[in-house]
C-alpha cells in the first residue's frame, strides 16, 4: 500500500467514517507491517493531529498511553527538562505505537460507529450509501436487453424468471440477477441474435447458451446469438468483458472488436479493454490460450500476457501483465499502477455517470497506484485524489478538474 492510500484510511479512520471494508483493508495492512517506517510516520502525524484536534479524550488517550509506554519499558525512557523524548526512545515509543494502533484498529476502542458495509461478500452486489446530497453515489447492476425483434427489457426492474423465449432458447433472469440462456437447439435452423448492454454506471454478468460465462463492465454491450448454430461460436464487444469459455475443441469461440481486430479461444479466461476513449485496446490472459488477430497476423498469447494494440492497428505483447488491475473492476475494485489524473478519471466517468470537464490540460506528472472499492461514493475517490494535489468542483453530474 502506498503512503497516499495509508494516509487516506487513517484519515477516515480517525474521522470516524471509515466503513468495514476500508477498516479491513487497514486493519490488514498494519497487523502486518506494524514497523514499517512510513506507517511510524503517519501514526505520529495522526496523533499529534488528533491531540491537537481534542478528539480523543482524556480518559481515551490515557489508555492508549498505557498500551504502548508499559512499565517494563519506563527505565528506558529518558526525558530532559522539557520532557521532550531521546531519539532512540522515540524509535521505541513510535513502534509500540504502532503496535498498539494495530489492536486498536483491528478490535476498536469503542469510540467508531461504522456504517453498514457497501459490499455484501456473498454477492459482490454494490449498495449505495450516499454521504451528503450533493455527492455521487456507486453504480450497481444495470443492463438493456435487446431482442431479435427490436423489444428491450430493462434487466435490473425485470422480475426474476423466464423473461422471453425465441425459438428453442429461453431467456432466464435467475434470482441472483444474473441472466441465463437455456438453448434447445434441435429442430432449430435460424440463428437469431440478442445485445446485451450496460450503461454509464452499470454492471452486468451473463450465461450464454454455450454454458460461457461473461461479465460486462460500465458502457459496454455484447452482441450474441442466442443459439449457436454455426462451426464458430462469434459475439461482438464493445467497452469491457471478461470472459470464461466453455470449451468445445469443435467450436473456437471468437469476440470480435470495434477495430476489426479478433480473438479467438477453445476453452479459457481472459478479459478485453476496448473502449473507445482508451489509447489502446488491451487483451489480457489469465488461463488457457488465446490467438489475436489484427488483419494481418495472429499474435499467441499465453497466461499472464496482455496484448495491446494502438490506434494504428499495430500489437504489442507484454509478458508480465498486471493481472490483478486488469481484472480488479470485476472483482469490485478500482485499480491503479501508475496511471495518471486523465486515466483514472476516465474510469470514474464511466462507473459514477459523470461528465468530467478539465480547466486547463490535464497533468500527466502525478501518478497514482492503489486499491479503492468500487462501492464508495464519488467524495471517497477525489478525496484520494486530492492528497496529490488535484483539486475539483462538482456542479450536479458535472466534475471540474481545476489546477
Given at each position: ?17 471509515i ?17 514499517d ?12 493531529k ?19 509506554i ?28 504502532a503496535?498498539?494502533?494495530?489492536v ?8 467508531f460507529?461504522?456504517?453498514?458495509s457497501?459490499i ?16 455521487i ?31 428453442g432458447t ?14 434447445n ?9 440478442n445485445?446485451?448492454?450496460t ?21 459496454s ?30 467450436k ?29 485496446i ?56 501508475s496511471a ?10 464511466r ?5 468530467v ?12 497506484t ?34
Amino acid at each position: 500500500m502506498l503512503p497516499e492510500r495509508l494516509q487516506i484510511l487513517m484519515e477516515l479512520y480517525f474521522d470516524k467514517s471509515i466503513n468495514e471494508v476500508e477498516l479491513h483493508e487497514l486493519s490488514q495492512w498494519v497487523t502486518i507491517h506494524a514497523n514499517d517506517e512510513t506507517l511510524l510516520q503517519l501514526l505520529e502525524q495522526q496523533w499529534h493531529k488528533q491531540q491537537a484536534l481534542h478528539t480523543l479524550s482524556d480518559a481515551e488517550s490515557e489508555r492508549i498511553i498505557a498500551a504502548i509506554i508499559t512499565p517494563s519499558s519506563s527505565n528506558q525512557i529518558t526525558q530532559s527538562g522539557d520532557n521532550v523524548l531521546s531519539i532512540n526512545t522515540r524509535v521505541i515509543w513510535l513502534k509500540r505505537l504502532a503496535v498498539a494502533a494495530s489492536v486498536l484498529i483491528i478490535f476498536s476502542i469503542g469510540y467508531f460507529n461504522l456504517k453498514p458495509s457497501n459490499i455484501s461478500p456473498s454477492t459482490n452486489s454494490i449498495v449505495a450509501v450516499p454521504v451528503n446530497k450533493s455527492d455521487i453515489p456507486p453504480g450497481g447492476q444495470k443492463a438493456l436487453l435487446t431482442l431479435s425483434d427490436g423489444s428491450q427489457i430493462v434487466l435490473d426492474s425485470a422480475s426474476n424468471g423466464l423473461l422471453s423465449q425465441q425459438g428453442g432458447t429461453k431467456v432466464i433472469k435467475l434470482a441472483n440477477g444474473q441472466l441465463q440462456y437455456a438453448a434447445n437447439t434441435l429442430g432449430s435452423t435460424e440463428t437469431v441474435y440478442n445485445t446485451m448492454s450496460t450503461p454509464p454506471g452499470g454492471q452486468y454478468q451473463l450465461t450464454l447458451p454455450d454454458g460461457s460465462k461473461v461479465w460486462l463492465n460500465a458502457s459496454s454491450s455484447i452482441h450474441y446469438p442466442t443459439a449457436f448454430l454455426e462451426k464458430e461460436r462469434r459475439v461482438t464487444i464493445t467497452g469491457e468483458a471478461y470472459f470464461e469459455i466453455a470449451k468445445n475443441a469443435n467450436k473456437p469461440f471468437i469476440v470480435k472488436i470495434y477495430n476489426g481486430a479478433e480473438v479467438k479461444v477453445l476453452g479459457t479466461h481472459f478479459n478485453i479493454k476496448t473502449y473507445t476513449d482508451e489509447d489502446e485496446i488491451k487483451t489480457t490472459l489469465l488461463e488457457g490460450s488465446i490467438n489475436i488477430y489484427n488483419g494481418l497476423k495472429n499474435n499467441l498469447l499465453l497466461p499472464g500476457n496482455q496484448a495491446k494494440i494502438d490506434k494504428s492497428g499495430a500489437i504489442k505483447v507484454q509478458a508480465d501483465a498486471d493481472l490483478e488491475e486488469a481484472v480488479a473492476w470485476k472483482n469490485g475494485n478500482f485499480q491503479f499502477n501508475s496511471a495518471d489524473v486523465a486515466a483514472v478519471l476516465r474510469q470514474a466517468a464511466r462507473w459514477y455517470n459523470i461528465e468530467v470537464v478539465y480547466a486547463g490540460k490535464p497533468s500527466t506528472e502525478n501518478r497514482f497506484t492503489g486499491k479503492i472499492p468500487m462501492a464508495v461514493n464519488l467524495s471517497r475517490l477525489l478525496k484520494w485524489l486530492e492528497y496529490s494535489d488535484v483539486h475539483f468542483k462538482l456542479e450536479g453530474k458535472k466534475l471540474i478538474v481545476t489546477p
